[in-house]
């Protein structure tokens, strides 16, 4: 008989978190308690927050079902191993969808992983290589890992930076908050040295070490991270703006676009809607962006985006016309 009521709990917990209906006899025997003592187990688990559903019949059942909240989950070791791979692999780059929570996430997860699962993701990860990957700068995981951990801390974060014109220097910065623009991760802290807010490219970013010594956060002026980065990116002319009218209505552009484009204003009657947004990086990649959401739309501005736009139609118009030469292919297999 399983003594340790802990241990037999979190036992108890990672077998409900199959997702089945557990007899209350194949639990008894998997733990190797009486069907008594499963009972109350499923009460203790219970009174932790976890939603455990109980069954009429002549054995009796118990299932895992969805609650008002979210408790901690129990992983085994493959399972573990699987989450931080993958989070590890999509943090590399500020892919959409993959915001700070994501991060935190990861974070958290690597902090509590023990050494050899540790040594098991790290080897898994360089030793594989994607096909693909998101078209921004590459960035280290363990990076925006210890990022998130200063910022979910309050802890002061100290780290090397190079500037846009190569420029080297040294920043000790209280960290707000960490934001995905699609393309590109940044910081927003509060430089100590320059007595100011700052913002700062995650790619650009070297050495990052928390310094454990914790800070009250102080009240960012614009009352939003994001906010902050749009008007930051626009006194530095790193940004520009765009206009572009889909002739589609606005609920379903909505989820064809990135959160950092903002929300698509109605116009003619809602049959068509306006983006409006503040947007960095080349145009050629905002032209493709647009592209890819399968909807007809008409760039207003600004002046680049337009000839962008209208040269990549014409260059792809070209790419399926008469006479085009045969492409060599690599062969497969």
Not at 53 to 62: E, I, K, N, P, R
Not at 301 to 316: F, S, T
Request: charged share 25%; with cysteine.
């Amino acid at each position: 008989m399983t003594t340790d009521t802990p241990a037999r709990l979190l036992t108890l917990l990672s077998l409900l978190q199959t997702p089945r209906e557990w007899p209350g006899g194949e639990l008894a025997d998997r733990l190797g308690v009486s069907r008594r003592t499963v009972r109350r187990d499923i009460d203790r688990l219970r009174e932790l927050g976890y939603p455990v559903q109980a069954t009429m019949g002549a054995d009796g059942g118990y299932r895992l079902v969805a609650g008002k909240a979210m408790p901690p989950l129990v992983l085994d070791d493959e399972e573990a191993v699987a989450i931080a791979v993958g989070l590890r692999a999509g943090a590399g780059h500020a892919v959409e969808g993959l915001d700070e929570a994501s991060v935190r996430a990861l974070a958290k997860l690597e902090q509590v992983l023990p050494s050899r699962l540790r040594h098991r993701v790290a080897t898994l990860q360089s030793a594989t290589t994607p096909l693909t990957s998101g078209d921004g700068p590459s960035i280290a995981p363990e990076t925006l890992t210890v990022m998130a951990s200063t910022v979910a801390g309050h802890e002061r974060l100290r780290f090397a930076y190079r500037a846009a014109d190569g420029s080297e220097s040294r920043r000790v910065t209280e960290p707000y908050r960490l934001v995905s623009t699609g393309r590109r991760w940044y910081l927003v802290a509060y430089d100590l040295d320059r007595d100011d807010w700052r913002t700062f490219r995650v790619d650009r970013v070297s050495e990052p070490f928390a310094t454990g010594a914790r800070f009250a956060p102080r009240e960012l002026p614009t009352g939003d991270a994001a906010e902050y980065l749009r008007h930051s990116m626009r006194r530095r002319n790193d940004s520009y703006e765009i206009a572009v009218v889909f002739h589609a209505p606005a609920e379903a552009v909505a989820p064809l676009l990135p959160h950092w484009m903002g929300t698509p204003e109605a116009v003619d009657g809602c049959t068509s809607c306006v983006v409006r947004a503040t947007v960095s990086g080349s145009v050629e990649w905002i032209a493709v962006r647009l592209a890819t959401t399968g909807l007809e739309f008409r760039v207003r501005e600004p002046a680049e985006l337009v000839d962008c736009v209208r040269d990549l139609g014409a260059r792809l118009a070209r790419a399926t016309g008469p006479g085009r030469p045969a492409l060599d292919r690599p062969a497969l297999g």
